[in-house]
C-alpha cells in the first residue's frame, strides 16, 4: 500500500480532485476510497462532496494495484440474458465487484465469461449492486449503450426494484416502513 500526499490546488469537491489525480484516476475509485476512509483532508474523514478551498493536506492510503480483471471460473445461474444484458442470479455471500479486501472472486469477476461489458473498467457491465450477504436477480450490462441506457433507466426510476426480508423475532405490526438511516457504519466501513 502506498501513500499520496497533496495540497489541495483550487475550491472543488474532494471526490472530483481526487478522481483528477493520475493515481487514481476515476471516480468510483475516488469514492471508493472516502468510503473506505482511506482520505484524510487535513488530517480529518471528510464525505464525497466535502468541498476543498484550497491549500489543505490530502492524504490518501491508496490500495495495491491489483493488476487487470482477470475471467474466473465461476458457477453463475443466468436467469435471462439477449445480446444486450443479462440477469444473474447472485447467491449470498459473493461480493459483486472488486473493492478493498476483494480483488479476487467477486462476481465481475466470474460475468467476465458472459460478456460483461460497459461502464467502469473495474466493474465492467455493474449497473447496481447487491450487498454480500444478499441474493437475487442482477442486471448486467454487455455493451456501452446497454450500460448507459440501463444507468438512465435506474437514474429516472423506471427500473422496479423489490426485496424480501426474513425476520427473526416478533414484529409489532404485520405492515409498516423501514425509515430508518441505511448506509455505511461509521466506525466499521466493511458494514451497511
Not at 30 to 48: H, N, P, T, W
Not at 62 to 90: C, N, Q, S, T
Not at 186 to 192: A, F, I
Request: proline content about 5%; cysteine-free; hydrophobic content about 35%.
Amino acid at each position: 500500500m502506498s501513500t499520496l500526499r497533496f495540497l489541495a490546488p483550487e475550491a472543488e469537491r474532494l471526490d472530483r480532485a481526487l478522481a483528477g489525480r493520475v493515481e487514481i484516476g476515476s471516480r468510483s475509485l475516488a469514492e471508493r476510497l472516502i468510503a473506505d476512509g482511506a482520505v484524510r483532508v487535513d488530517g480529518q474523514s471528510r464525505s464525497k462532496s466535502h468541498r476543498l478551498e484550497g491549500g489543505e493536506h490530502v492524504v490518501v492510503e491508496l490500495p495495491p494495484d491489483p493488476g487487470p480483471l482477470v475471467p474466473e471460473e465461476m458457477d453463475i445461474r443466468i436467469a435471462w440474458e439477449d445480446e444486450y444484458l443479462l440477469i444473474a442470479d447472485k447467491p449470498a455471500g459473493v461480493v459483486v465487484h472488486p473493492g478493498t479486501g476483494h480483488q479476487r472472486g467477486t462476481l465481475v469477476h466470474g460475468l467476465l465469461a458472459h460478456a460483461a461489458a460497459g461502464g467502469d473498467e473495474e466493474r465492467p457491465g455493474i449497473v447496481h449492486r447487491l450487498d454480500r450477504d444478499t441474493s437475487g436477480l442482477l442486471v448486467v450490462a454487455r455493451s456501452d449503450e446497454a450500460h448507459e441506457r440501463l444507468q438512465e433507466l435506474i437514474r429516472r426510476r423506471r427500473v422496479e426494484r423489490r426485496y424480501l426480508a426474513l425476520v427473526k423475532g416478533t414484529l409489532r405490526s404485520r405492515t409498516g416502513r423501514n425509515e430508518a438511516p441505511v448506509g455505511r457504519d461509521r466506525l466499521d466501513k466493511s458494514r451497511h
